[in-house]
C-alpha cells in the first residue's frame, strides 16, 4: 500500500532537514543596554531568552558594571538580585554611580528592583511578583537551589543553579545575566560546568592599581568574540573610553628615552601602547629583569636576539619593562616597540613620541609580518604619526599614497636600530 503523503501539521513540533538556502531567520530582536563598549562587545545589544555570564576577579567592578547597567537600559524592567550585598549596599553603590546626574541622591530609575536574595526558589518567586525584561544575578557562587544538598559555591549547585535560570530564560524569553567569580589560576570557578551551558561569557579585567578595565567576549553564540569594551574606573562607577588610543598616549609631553609606541590590536580594536624599558648597569652580580604587563619568557628571548645581533650587552645590565597603564598585552606585533624601547634606553637616545611599531620579532632577529597591518597603519596615520616601523613582508598590496603617514619597512632589527639610533 502506499503510504499516506505527509501531511504538515499547524504545529510542526519535530524539524525536518530543508536546504539551507531555505532557512529563513529574522532579524534577532536584541535589547541595546544604552553603553556602547557593553553593547559592542555583545555584538548589538543583549538577545531575549540568553544566559551571560560575566567572569572577573574579586574587586575588578563586575557588580559595578551590571548595576550601571540596570539603572541606565531605557525602558526595560530590571529585576538585579544580590547575593553578596544587602540592598541598602546596592543603593549605596546606586547612588555613586547616578551621583552627579541625580543630586538629589534618590535612584531615578523606578523600574530597577533590588533583592538580597540566596536561595534560587525564592529568587522565582521575587521573579514572578517582578516580572522582569532582565535578570542579573550577582554571583552564581552565592546562590543555591533547595534541591541539591551541597554547600552554595559547589559544583554541582552552579551546574544546577545555572541550568535552572537557563530554563526560566529560554521558556520566558528572559534574559538573564550571571556573575561568576574568577579563582586564582584565573579560570572562572566551576567553569566547564557552565561554559558550556550558556551563549556568552564575557570576561572583565584590568590591574586593580590602575583604571583600565577590558571587557573580552570568550565565547558568543550571538555575535564575533573579537570585540572588547574598554572602560576606566572612576569615583562614580565606570566611564566608557570610546578611545583608547588616544587616551592611553596622552600622557607625555617630553622626549624620554626607554619609550616606545607599539600598534596593537586587541581583537579587532586598535590600541597603541607605550611600552617604557629601564636598562641599566647591574649594582649587584646578577643582573634583574622584570616585566610588567609582558610575557616574562617572551622578554629573555627578545633580550637574547638583541644581544646576538645589535651588541646588546645583556650579562651585565639590568632590565625593568612596563607596559603603560596595567595593561596586559598578548599581540606579538608588540615585540619591535618592546625591543626599540629597550635599545632607545640602552644608548639613551629617546624615539620621537610621533613614532610607532608593529611587527614580531623571530628568533634570528628577522622582523616578521602581523596581522591587519593596513587597520593598524589607517589608525596611525588617523592619529597623526609621522612614521609606522613594520615588516618589510608586511606590505604588499598596501597603496602607501593612501596615507599621509611614513612607512618604514625593515627585514631585520639592525635596521630599526640604524634608522633611529645611528
Ligand atoms: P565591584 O563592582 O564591587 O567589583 P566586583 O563585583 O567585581 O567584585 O567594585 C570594585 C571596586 O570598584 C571597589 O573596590 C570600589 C571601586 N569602585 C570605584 O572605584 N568607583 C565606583 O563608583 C564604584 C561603585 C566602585
Ligand atoms: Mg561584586
Known amino acids: 500500500m502506499q503510504a ?13 532537514p530543508k536546504p539551507i538556502s531555505e532557512v529563513t ?18 555584538g548589538g545589544g543583549i538577545v531575549p531568552g540568553s544566559l551571560l555570564l560575566l567572569g572577573g576577579e574579586p574587586g ?41 546626574e541625580n543630586s538629589s541622591g534618590t535612584v531615578g530609575k523606578t523600574d530597577c528592583y533590588v533583592v538580597s536574595e540566596t536561595v534560587t526558589q525564592r529568587i522565582f518567586e521575587h521573579i514572578d511578583e517582578v516580572k522582569p525584561d532582565l535578570l542579573i544575578i550577582d554571583s552564581i557562587q552565592t546562590v543555591s537551589t533547595e534541591t541539591i544538598d551541597s554547600s552554595a559555591g559547589s559544583i554541582s549547585q552552579i551546574r ?48 586593580r592599581n590602575y583604571g583600565y578595565r577590558l571587557l573580552r567576549s570568550l565565547k558568543n553564540r550571538f555575535g564575533s568574540t573579537a570585540e572588547i569594551g574598554i572602560f576606566e574606573m572612576q ?30 590590536l586587541e581583537g579587532v580594536r586598535p590600541m597603541f601602547i607605550e611600552v617604557q624599558s629601564l636598562v641599566s648597569s647591574a649594582v649587584y652580580g646578577t643582573p634583574q629583569r622584570n616585566a610588567n604587563g609582558f610575557d616574562f619568557r617572551r622578554l629573555s628571548m627578545l633580550l637574547a636576539v638583541l644581544e646576538k645581533r645589535c651588541g ?15 595593561i596586559r598585552v598578548s599581540d606579538p606585533a608588540i615585540d619591535l ?4 624601547s629597550i635599545l632607545s634606553s640602552n644608548v639613551d637616545i629617546p624615539i620621537s613620541p610621533r613614532f610607532c611599531f608593529a611587527a614580531e620579532m623571530g628568533l634570528s632577529g628577522e622582523v616578521r609580518p602581523v596581522t591587519r597591518v593596513e587597520h593598524r597603519i589607517a589608525e596611525a596615520d588617523r592619529l597623526g604619526f609621522e612614521k609606522i616601523f613594520v615588516s618589510k613582508y608586511n606590505t604588499r598590496g598596501i597603496n602607501k599614497s593612501r596615507y599621509q603617514i611614513e612607512i618604514v619597512e625593515i627585514s631585520i632589527i639592525e635596521e630599526a636600530f640604524r634608522n633611529l639610533f645611528a
Open 4 to 16: 499516506a503523503k505527509p501531511t504538515v501539521a499547524k504545529h510542526q513540533t519535530v524539524n525536518k
Open 160 to 207: 544546577e543553579c545555572t541550568a535552572e535560570f537557563q530554563r526560566y530564560a529560554k521558556e520566558n524569553a528572559v534574559p538573564v545575566l550571571l556573575v561568576g567569580h574568577i579563582t586564582k589560576d584565573g579560570n572562572l570557578a566551576g567553569p566547564k560546568v557552565m561554559e558550556h551551558i550558556v551563549d556568552c561569557v564575557l570576561q572583565f579585567e584590568g590591574d
Open 60 to 100: 575588578i567592578g563586575k557588580s559595578t558594571l551590571l548595576l550601571q547597567t540596570a539603572l541606565r537600559i531605557p525602558s526595560q524592567r530590571i529585576l538585579y538580585v544580590s547575593g553578596e550585598e544587602s540592598e541598602q549596599q546596592i543603593k549605596m553603590r546606586a547612588d555613586r554611580i547616578l551621583g552627579v
Open 312 to 326: 646588546f650587552k645583556l650579562g651585565a645590565k639590568d632590565v625593568f619593562l612596563n607596559i603603560a597603564g596595567g
Open 25 to 42: 531567520y529574522g532579524e534577532t530582536r536584541r535589547i541595546a543596554t544604552g553603553c556602547g563598549e557593553f553593547d559592542r562587545v555583545l
Open 337 to 340: 616597540a618592546v625591543c626599540c
Open 235 to 264: 569615583g562614580d562607577g565606570l566611564r566608557e573610553v570610546a578611545n583608547p588610543s588616544e587616551f592611553l598616549l596622552s600622557q607625555r609631553d617630553e622626549n624620554l628615552s626607554g619609550c616606545a609606541i607599539a600598534a596593537t
